[in-house]
């Protein structure tokens, strides 16, 4: 099996000459002119090759870490290699400490004092009787046989190991609290709100990695399009004059940016009473509105029609309950504005219509007298 390259360059025509190429309209190949060819070629020799009318190399790359003068860039596996590696030197001493400090070394200071000479005189196993001689108990240094304990640096490694994730969550600007994974975040990062700044202030990385993919990728492949069409489809209606112009993540942003900011407004509007009562429920509607055709349910609300049908009935309800409550009122004998200071019942007239307040009985100066003198 063997593998085909394929090239798009500019090439002499007399080189096409030579070779034997020509366009693919039957145009003769000029010797001192460039033309874009698209050639491939299969184990060192031209299989295909052929002049092409677009002069722009219809090839289109994205790449998640732009790298200046790098045709690949880096991926998100390139970028993990310092802390890859750190974690790999990590995890290898933390296998050998741990083999180290499993148990202790032992060390004996005279061999000559040991009575058992055979192949297992030296192998260490628990309740193990050790036949010494009389001469080798008594050895000026200390016993004849001891043991050594390896300090433990696991904690040290472990410390290393998780400095080692943080490091790739900063090289890569992916952190691991935006795919739910463990992390050593705190203070802001503990609470629901601040968690979610912290996530849509990481999620910009990726933003910007899809936005450079719709500028670098999409952007190109539909102008190429475009202007293939603009050149060589015959159909003369869909000529015209226009520029492509991908902007799927950024919009997204805004839009997000825009309907974050409308959930700010409506929650200080629709929390504060006076600011509600200023604007009115009408203004409200059309805020809700807003936001709830940005979330995709936008026959949500009620039209406006049926607002102003609502607060009409309102006005209904409220008008009939006062009328209720004069009516109530009148059946007991009483005011509801009172006695003292208010307006006195009306009266009907020979005809049962309601007219002018009924006339109160004069007070005449002798009964004024008389409260006088009794007071």
């Known amino acids: 099996m063997y593998d085909g390259l394929k090239l798009y360059a500019f090439m002499r025509g007399s080189v096409l000459l030579k070779n034997g190429a020509a366009q693919k ?23 295909f090759c052929r002049v092409s009318k677009d002069m722009r190399i219809p ?25 890859q590696s750190l974690q790999d ?16 070394m032992f060390y004996a200071r005279d061999f000559t004092s040991l009575l058992d000479k055979g192949p297992g005189a030296l192998d260490i196993k628990a309740g193990k009787f050790w036949a010494l001689r009389g001469s080798g108990l008594g050895v000026a240094g200390g016993p004849p046989i001891g043991t050594v304990d390896i300090a433990s640096h696991i904690a040290e490694i472990l410390a290393a190991m998780d400095r080692s ?73 869909i000529k015209g004059d226009a520029q492509i112009m991908a902007r799927g993540v950024m919009g997204r942003v805004l839009r997000e940016q825009e309907k974050e900011t409308q959930v700010q407004f409506l929650g200080m509007v629709a929390g504060n009473p006076i600011l509600f009562q200023l604007v009115g429920p009408k203004a409200v509607a059309v805020i809700l509105r807003k936001v ?50 208010g307006m006195p ?20 100066q002798g009964a004024v007298a008389e409260r006088a003198g009794a007071a």
């Open 59 to 83: 090839v289109s790359k994205g790449v998640f870490y732009d790298v200046p003068g790098s045709f690949w860039g880096k991926s998100i596996a390139d970028r993990c290699v310092p802390a």
């Open 292 to 341: 709830s055709e940005g979330m995709g349910i936008p026959d949500f609300m009620p039209s406006d029609a049926q607002l102003e049908d609502a607060e009409l009935l309102n006005k209904i309800r409220q008008l009939a309950e006062i009328e209720s409550g004069l009516a109530q009122a009148q059946g007991q004998g009483q005011w509801p504005h009172g006695q003292a200071g």
């Open 165 to 237: 994730k943080i490091m790739a969550d900063d090289d890569t600007g992916i952190p691991a609290y935006t795919y739910g994974g463990a992390s050593s975040a705190s203070g802001v990062a503990r609470t629901a709100t601040g968690l979610k700044m912290l996530t849509e202030a990481a999620m910009r990385g990726m933003k910007m990695v899809i936005g450079q993919t719709d500028k670098e990728v999409i952007e190109n492949i539909l102008t190429m399009l475009y202007e293939y069409n603009m050149h060589f489809d015959p159909d003369p209606f």
């Open 345 to 364: 019942p009306v009266q009907p007239d020979a005809n049962g219509m309601t007219g002018a307040p009924a006339p109160s009985a004069p007070m005449v």
């Open 89 to 104: 030197s990590c995890l290898y001493w933390l296998k050998v400490n741990m083999g180290m400090t499993a148990l202790p």
């Open 25 to 47: 309209s039957g145009e003769k190949v000029k010797p001192d002119a460039f033309y874009m060819v698209e050639a491939v070629t299969v184990a060192d020799k031209v299989v």
